[in-house]
Each structure stands twice: as structure tokens, then as C-alpha cells.
């Protein structure tokens, strides 16, 4: 049995697990490099590259000097550095001024500080579920092209 002092620390100095995970801070340094995709239950901050996906249940912070080639997936998304690749906020995004986003950002919320550059489009609604796959331009046209009565619909066969 382990014993916890009020500070939420394990005596003997090591943090106390946390039930939801929502408050651990993930951090890919200067330097780091990531292929493939980065997933986090918490909080992550990207000193570094990755070269993928990035999916958090809270934060994902790109700071000044921190490259993501790829979609961002998180509740809330801060941008200092680059991204190419679509930014899916589910709360809020910050475009910070020394951030260049080369997408499309989908969010309810957002603020960008002058000097950020955003080459894409903005889009003011909640983003699809933040484990889901965006949908690409090419998608979307190929749906319109099947008319209204194909689009979503399930067929009985057999």
C-alpha cells in the first residue's frame, strides 16, 4: 500500500499516478526528431520535428523553432512554429506571431497574434472527432459527385 502526502507525491519523491492522465506533460526537444504517429494523453510540447501525426487529449504546443509535417489533433492547439498539415482544435487554436501554418484549421475558437501566417483555410466549427481521419478536398468532391442519394447511406444487399 503505498502512502501519498498532500502534495500528491508517493513518499520517498515520486509522483503520484494521475487518474486521467489529462495534466502529464510530454516534451520532444530541440533537436528530436519523430517519423510517424505521436500520441499523448496529456499535454505535448514539440521543440523538435515530427513527421506525422499529432494527437493529445489536452494541449499540443508547437513552439518557435518546432516543425510538425503533418494533421494536429488536440483539444486546445498553440502554434509558435511550423506546420504543414491541417490543425483540428476541438476547444481553441492560438496562431502566435512567429508561427507559419501551411492548412486548413478547424476549430471553434481562435486567435491569431499579428505576424502569424496561416496558408490555408479557416474553419469556425468543432472539428469531427479528434480520433478521426480528416477529410480531403479530393473526398469531398468525389461525394458530390455521387448525388445526394449515395452520400452516407447504407444499401441492403443479397
Keep these: 500500500m503505498a502512502m501519498f502526502s498532500s502534495t500528491g507525491r508517493e513518499m520517498g519523491g ?3 499516478p494521475r487518474p486521467n492522465g489529462t495534466d502529464d506533460l510530454s516534451i520532444l526537444g ?3 526528431r519523430v517519423k510517424g504517429e505521436l500520441e499523448v494523453d496529456g499535454v505535448i510540447k514539440i521543440e523538435g520535428t ?6 493529445a487529449r489536452g494541449q499540443v504546443l508547437v513552439v518557435k523553432g518546432g516543425t510538425v509535417e503533418g494533421d494536429i489533433f ?3 492547439v ?3 512554429g511550423e506546420v504543414r498539415g491541417g490543425v483540428f482544435a476541438d476547444e481553441r487554436a492560438e496562431i502566435q506571431a512567429t508561427s507559419v501554418i501551411n492548412g486548413d484549421i478547424t476549430t471553434p475558437q481562435i486567435t491569431v497574434l499579428e505576424g ?3 496558408n490555408g483555410k479557416i474553419n469556425m466549427a468543432k ?3 479528434a480520433g478521426q481521419k480528416p477529410i480531403s478536398v479530393n ?7 455521387k448525388g445526394p442519394a449515395q452520400i452516407g447511406q447504407l444499401r441492403k444487399t443479397g
Design 78 to 80: 498553440v502554434i509558435g
Design 50 to 55: 515530427v513527421e506525422g501525426t499529432v494527437r
Design 14 to 16: 515520486r509522483p503520484s
Design 30 to 32: 530541440p533537436g528530436a
Design 127 to 129: 472539428p469531427r472527432a
Design 116 to 118: 502569424g501566417s496561416i
Design 139 to 145: 473526398e469531398t468532391k468525389r461525394d458530390e459527385n
Design 74 to 76: 488536440g483539444r486546445q
